[in-house]
């Protein structure tokens, strides 16, 4: 899979296009700058059928509408995390007004996903596993070598868990979750640079700490 990143809007959160196949393309989080996402799909003769979400914070989702009203993409969240694409307060915009003067554009279109859904487009398909702790809503994406794993697991690190919906006990299960999945996949997190399973599995101190614990 052809992917390319973009560090988008005031905190250059991790936006992905990932090319699946027959000219199309998904975008995994889009937190600002659409322009640059727009051109990127024209300059390379794209066609963005789907913006899949991880969570509904605003430095990853302040430039889907714009996006989304350009493409014709459907957009995809938690259902948990659907009350923030319409809120400056709960997407935590309203807090950090002064990182953006970009007027706030309410997601208006949307498709609610659960644990275990699954999204084709083209010769890809992306598993949903839900993975609250940042907040309530947070998933990850999984697809063949690759996993999208938003603000859960960064880089030798995890996302944060003391905003209003966060929980540092579901964020210790969803590292669990995590540390299971089969095999040494690609980790592209919202944040920071790029990983491996394997990798996180040995250095990161979370995983390290509660990834092979059952009780």
Not at 5 to 22: D, P, Q, R, S, V
Not at 169 to 181: A, F, L, N, T
């Amino acid at each position: 899979m052809n992917i390319k990143t973009f560090h988008l809007g005031a905190l250059k959160a991790n936006c992905y296009i990932a090319e699946t196949g027959n000219g199309q393309c998904v975008a995994v989080d889009i937190g600002g700058t659409p322009r640059m996402v727009i051109e990127y799909l024209r300059m390379n003769n794209l066609k963005l059928t789907k913006i899949l979400l991880t969570h509904g914070h605003f430095d990853h989702i302040d430039g889907v509408e714009a996006v989304r009203r350009e493409t014709g993409a459907e957009v995809f969240i938690h259902e948990n995390d659907v009350p923030k694409l319409s809120s400056e307060d709960l997407s935590l915009r309203a807090s950090m007004y002064f990182l953006s003067s970009d007027p706030f554009m309410p997601v208006e279109k949307y498709t609610v996903i659960h644990d275990g859904d699954e999204i084709h487009d083209g010769d890809y398909t992306f598993r949903v596993l839900h993975t609250p702790g940042h907040t309530k809503g947070s998933v990850c994406y999984i697809t063949e070598d690759t996993v999208f794993s938003g603000d859960t697991i960064f880089c030798c690190s995890i996302g944060r868990t003391d905003f209003p919906d966060g929980s540092i006990d579901e964020m210790i299960q969803s590292i669990r979750k995590v540390c299971m999945i089969d095999g040494d996949l690609k980790l592209l997190a919202g944040h920071n640079e790029p990983s491996t399973l394997d990798y996180e599995r040995k250095n990161n101190p979370y995983m390290v700490k509660y990834g092979d614990k059952n009780d």
